[in-house]
Nanobody, 115 residues
Framework: QVQLVESGGGLVQAGGSLRLSCAASGSIFSLNAMGWYRQAPGKQRELVASTRSGGGTNYADSAKGRFTISRDNAKNTVYLQMNSLKPEDTDVYYC?????????WGQGTQVTVSS
């Protein structure tokens, strides 16, 4: 089994920054895509950014130019640096990893941006 531990969410003023972290642990034989999603109450979970094991990245249009996803393969950790935050970025953010050919989700971390 693979466990994900997220950290870094919180309350920040508009224009501020936050850095989310997600560390994967457990019996990991292969770790491929890692990413961050967001979800508002009553809405579908949507991709914010993802990174593949080969280094490629993908961003939602709303994240381009403001957010940067990165990973530390030695630590099985993925990060999301969020800059120039806006109130509309407020949501619960979830980490997702594809490990051992299975998809795993973190518990979610709240990001709140005040105007």
């Amino acid at each position: 089994q693979v466990q994900l531990v997220e950290s870094g969410g919180g309350l920040v003023q508009a224009g501020g920054s936050l850095r989310l972290s997600c560390a994967a642990s457990g019996s990991i034989f292969s770790l491929n895509a890692m990413g961050w999603y967001r979800q508002a109450p009553g809405k579908q979970r949507e991709l914010v950014a993802s990174t593949r094991s080969g280094g490629g990245t993908n961003y939602a249009d709303s994240a381009k130019g403001r957010f940067t996803i990165s990973r530390d393969n030695a630590k099985n950790t993925v990060y999301l640096q969020m800059n120039s935050l806006k109130p509309e970025d407020t949501d619960v953010y979830y980490c997702n990893v594809l490990a051992n050919r299975r998809s795993f989700w973190g518990q979610g971390t709240q990001v709140t941006v005040s105007s």
